[in-house]
């Protein structure tokens, strides 16, 4: 248990591939405004071989020197090439260790554990890396780790085989189907991310490709047909839109979603695999989003909002449970698996009275384009007046959509910027209430919720605008843990 | 309504129009070189009373008005269990922060609020953080290690 350890040799070629990966930018931009004259050539060449090679000794000489020991209840480790570090992580402090498996781990039944840490608040080292060790080793890891914790919480107490007991007690609680991997895929933004990448790799390849003499070519064939042009512009969008879909299979495929005792265990990917683990009581909030194009299906995506993650990774503050899974079935999936309940209940809406508040604050937001727009076309300007439809559909909707409710002790709130989401969060963590009433409001007897809770580093909130006066109160005074009414 | 007790120190008043009276300056600086500018290129005169106006507006508004009215709202209360605090100029804004979720205490102080004996505390909880501005140097000590004391009782996790 004390003898320090090594990380496995594919530890070197990732950082390898990771360095490489972070120079492709610059190396891209020399390439494109660096030099064109053909002696150049030479010493770029020669150049670019010296910087790999360099990457790869740093590389091999990183993991060299990195060496980790489980001792005396504290994770270990050493490291650092010019500065030598050494990071001693107590047992205790460990929050949890996430699992993932890349395309090289695979092959050699690797994985790459990220150990966060309940570090200082905000600091941007509050998880350690190792980048590849064995299965075994990690599984072994995560058994003392787990026991030592054990230890702690329970006392003495504690076995070795409750503790196998309770390993083995991991219910799934939720698993991808492949129509709903499907549904997801289609209906996710991902088009566009491709089809920018696409539009940026053709104006890179501005040396390599003949432009001049294909404006030509094209100029021929548009004069030949313009029907031709819009086909092979399908053909592209089509193109990227398969591409994305397979990359959000690829990456959403076994998405698996298991509970033990103390934590939710989430794992997805094909190619590559990843495992989130969140502790359950660091769970802050559930939030279930709909955006547009999932919403005509019935289909929503639920987060968990927790304290996890640092500054550096904010991927561990807001958790994909589900990706896409009918509204209803939500609560049927959840049950009481979590601290907070995702039920669906009646939410109170805003009165009838605020509507015009919230047309007014869509309108406004339209009121600099309509106004660039007829400066800059004069009378033909005046068609822009036409967004002022489109703004007042959108405020209604937003108006349809804001919601809260009051359960217990838990606060749930509904509301829509372009996605709509539906905050479920618990008083406990719930870090500060605040009520709102500008002058307006006031004569109207209307104001503002604002609940925030922690996520990460930062927080979150949900805001309500323009329910009733007394309703805003109602949910002051529920938070509110003095026994003399604030109001 | 039942508003949060007590009142921040009214020498909080001369500081916020100081700091205003300060950002005034640097829009006189502006409006002034404005008004020479439209003196050497012959702009018409709508421009020069244009920069007028807006040293006017913004004194009257922020070395006089917004001070004034900043401070009648500003109101706090410590309680036991947890601490409220009310602000706004046109929007009034209350806030609740239940003591057990207060994680630590600060109170700080730059030059201006040194000169006046005034020191603004702030009130950090995991997420969020609080300010309530000058105060008394003396009470916002008081009010510090008061509030540092409840949190410490009121104890839990995150």
């Given amino acids: 248990m004390s003898n320090s350890k090594r990380l496995h040799p594919i530890a070197a070629v990732t950082n390898f591939f990771k360095q490489l990966k972070e120079l492709i930018v610059p190396f891209i931009a020399f390439f494109v405004f660096g030099t064109k004259a053909s002696e150049g050539d030479l010493w770029f060449f020669m150049g670019s071989i010296a910087v790999v090679m360099l990457v790869l000794g740093i590389g091999v000489l990183n993991w060299l020197r990195f060496s980790y020991r489980l001792e005396e209840g504290e994770l270990r480790m050493e490291y650092g090439l010019l500065v030598r570090k050494k990071r001693y992580i107590p047992f205790d402090r460990i929050q949890s260790l996430d699992f993932s498996e890349g395309i090289l781990h695979r092959p050699f039944g690797l994985v790459k554990v990220k150990v966060e840490t309940a570090g200082p608040s905000g600091a941007a080292d509050a998880e350690a890396v190792l980048t590849a060790i064995t299965k075994e080793e990690a599984n072994r890891i995560q058994d003392i780790i787990a026991q030592a914790k054990g230890k702690l919480v329970e006392g003495a107490l504690d076995t070795e085989v409750e503790r196998l007991e309770e390993r083995a007690e991991e219910n799934v609680i939720y698993q991808i189907s492949s129509k709903e991997l499907l549904v997801l895929a289609t209906t996710s933004g991902g088009v566009g991310v491709v089809l920018s990448a696409m539009v940026a790799f053709l104006s890179q390849l501005d040396d390599l490709i003949p432009y001049e003499s294909a404006y030509r070519e094209v100029e021929r064939v548009v004069s030949n047909g313009i029907v031709i042009v819009s086909v092979l512009v399908f053909i592209g969008f089509l193109l990227a839109w398969v591409v994305a879909l397979i990359g959000t299979m690829v990456k959403f495929a076994q998405f698996t979603v298991k509970k033990t005792e103390r934590e939710i265990i989430i794992s997805r990917g094909l190619l590559e695999k990843r495992q989130i683990t969140i502790p359950l009581n660091r769970i802050q909030a559930v939030r279930i989003s709909e955006n547009i194009l999932r919403q005509p299906f019935g289909l929503c995506s639920v987060y968990l909002i927790s304290a996890g993650g640092s500054v550096r990774n904010t991927e561990g503050s807001k958790v994909l449970l589900l990706p896409a899974v009918k509204k209803a079935q939500v609560a049927h999936i959840l049950q009481e698996h979590l601290p907070i309940l995702a039920t669906k209940q009646p939410f109170n809406k805003p009165p009838k009275r605020s509507l015009p508040r919230y047309l007014f604050r869509g309108a406004l937001m339209v009121v600099p384009f309509v106004i660039t727009a007829i400066a800059i076309f004069k009378l033909w300007g005046l068609l822009s007046i036409m967004l002022f439809l489109f703004s007042s559909a959108w405020s209604y909707v937003i108006y349809k959509d804001a919601g809260w409710s009051i359960e217990g002790q838990q606060l749930n709130i509904q509301y829509r910027g372009f996605i709509k989401h539906t905050l479920f969060m618990k008083k406990n963590n719930v870090q500060s209430v605040s009520y709102k009433e500008s002058f307006f409001q006031r004569r109207k007897n209307l104001a503002t919720m604002t609940s925030l809770i922690k996520s990460g580093m930062g927080a979150i909130g949900g805001t309500i605008v323009d329910i009733e006066k007394e309703e805003a109160r109602e949910i002051y005074h529920w938070y509110s843990h003095s026994q003399k009414a604030p109001f | ?158």
């Fill in chain 2, 1 to 158: 309504m039942n508003e949060p007790q007590k009142r921040i120190s009214d020498k909080a008043l001369s500081v916020w129009r100081i700091t205003g009276a300060i950002t005034s300056v640097s829009i006189m600086v502006m409006a002034g070189g404005v008004i020479w500018l439209s003196n050497v290129f012959s702009w018409p005169a709508w421009v020069v009373i244009a920069a007028v106006a807006a040293i006017i507006l913004h004194v009257y508004l922020y070395v006089y008005l917004f001070p004034l009215l900043r401070w009648k709202r500003w109101r706090y209360e410590v309680r036991e269990q947890e601490i409220e605090l009310q602000q706004g100029v046109f929007v009034v804004k209350r806030t609740l922060v239940p003591m057990i979720r207060v994680q630590h205490v600060d109170t700080r102080q730059g030059p201006l609020l040194k000169k006046y004996g005034l020191a603004t505390v702030d009130v950090s909880t995991a997420a969020t953080v609080h300010e309530i501005p000058a105060l008394p140097m003396e009470e916002a000590e008081e009010l510090r290690q008061f509030i540092s004391r409840l949190a410490r009782v009121a104890d839990e996790d995150v």
